[in-house]
């Protein structure tokens, strides 16, 4: 069994991303990934993801390998990231943080990289999924859609309402088709934007009223 990091995941999940179950969950998201990182062309686009990934994305961005507390690709860090604020038109997080509070400051750092308009997506394993027995004893910890809004929500983003499935429900096969709610797939895809005004309406100044003007002579 790989050793198990304070997040919850092992100290390198790709471990179980290689093994066919793993991958054929990689390969389900193939399409779900061109879509996220191809939704704001004009700006560059981030991608951390479980390992070296098969498909070339277009456009210019940076894809970052996750490695237990450290990121590896064309530059090689930890967080908080190298990266100016607000840089990134879209930012997508492949199974690289977990639903405990260790991953919280990978996701503070992904909201702040992100520009504003800008979309946030997050593949994540579904732990109500049957297919959940294949990575049984791998230390890969899941939760359900509920929990991810709330921390969205914390991180200043707002979470589209349903999250989308994807993946095998139990073979270790390829579904590239995606389908809506999470349901019993393997994974789910969950959608969040920084939006230009605050989550919360901030109450206006009140407005004082001018004195009467004096009549004229």
Not at 37 to 65: N, Q
Not at 112 to 125: D, E, S
Not at 144 to 160: I, K, N, T, V
Request: aromatic content about 6%; hydrophobic content about 40%; charged content about 15%.
């Amino acid at each position: 069994m790989p050793a198990i990091s304070p997040s919850g995941q092992p100290g390198s999940v790709g471990d179980w991303f290689q093994t066919p179950a793993g991958r054929a969950v990689l390969d389900s998201e193939h399409a779900l990934v061109a879509e996220a990182l191809g939704g704001h062309p004009g700006l560059p686009w981030l991608w951390l993801t479980p390992v070296a990934p098969e498909i070339e994305i277009d456009g210019r961005g940076l894809c970052l390998v996750r490695g237990g507390r450290s990121l590896h690709g064309p530059v090689r860090c930890a967080w908080p990231l190298p990266l100016p604020s607000e840089a990134f038109g879209a930012v997508l997080l492949q199974h690289v943080v977990g639903p405990h509070g260790e991953d919280r400051g990978l996701l503070e750092e992904a909201a702040r990289v992100l520009a504003p308009g800008g979309y946030l997506w997050l593949l994540l394993l579904n732990p109500l999924t049957p297919y959940r027995w294949r990575w049984r004893g791998s230390g890969i910890a899941s939760a359900e859609p509920l929990a991810w809004r709330r921390r969205l929500r914390e991180a200043g983003l707002a979470p589209d309402a349903v999250s989308r499935g994807v993946g095998p429900s139990w073979r270790p096969v390829a579904a590239p088709t995606p389908q809506h709610g999470p349901g019993f797939r393997a994974a789910y895809a969950m959608r969040c934007q920084k939006r230009h005004l605050p989550l919360t309406p901030v109450r206006q100044p009140r407005t004082l009223a001018l004195p009467a003007a004096a009549p004229a002579a």
